[in-house]
């Protein structure tokens, strides 16, 4: 059985931090706000904010299933490449049945991830985050 890794980023500081410091040096970097002697320095320091940038928004790619939300929605990848962003606020109702996760929204469609090599807890994790975020948008 696989697990799920579960990134709540309005909680986890040290990423926001990360992102934050990767612009910082983005700017000091391209806009040359302190004048070096070695033009090269401010290069490696927009290079360093370029590489926070990358290790930021790959973090997705690390695990091969990946949930990532914060109070609007979230990006489920389960056994896939690139996973579905879905919108809280759009979800009419959800079901967990049978390792099936059934999302339906308002648009009448139905999203459905296969968790039948996923650890029980994490399945209900999973649930009850959708399930927990939906019933906050709509109160």
């Known amino acids: 059985m696989k697990k799920i890794h579960f990134d709540n980023l309005s909680k986890n500081w040290f990423l926001i931090s990360i992102l934050i410091l990767s612009i910082i040096f983005l700017l000091v970097g391209i806009f040359e706000f ?10 490696r320091i927009s290079g ?33 490449f690139l996973g579905k962003n879905v919108k809280f606020k759009e979800i009419t109702s959800s079901e967990l049945i049978n390792k099936k996760l059934i ?6 469609n139905s999203i459905e991830f296969d968790l039948s090599e996923i650890v029980d807890s994490d399945s209900e994790k999973l649930y009850e985050i959708i399930r927990k975020n939906t019933i906050a948008n709509t109160v």
């Not at 302190?34 to 290069?43: D, G, L, Q, T, Y």
């Not at 109070?71 to 056994?79: E, H, L, S, Y």
């Open 34 to 43: 302190i004048p070096f002697e070695n033009p090269i320095v401010n290069k």
């Open 48 to 80: 360093i904010g370029f590489l926070l940038q990358v290790l930021f928004l790959s973090r997705m790619f690390w695990y091969k299933n990946y949930i990532q939300w914060n109070n609007k929605g979230a990006v489920i990848r389960i056994k896939s």
């Open 103 to 108: 999302l339906k929204t308002v648009y009448g």
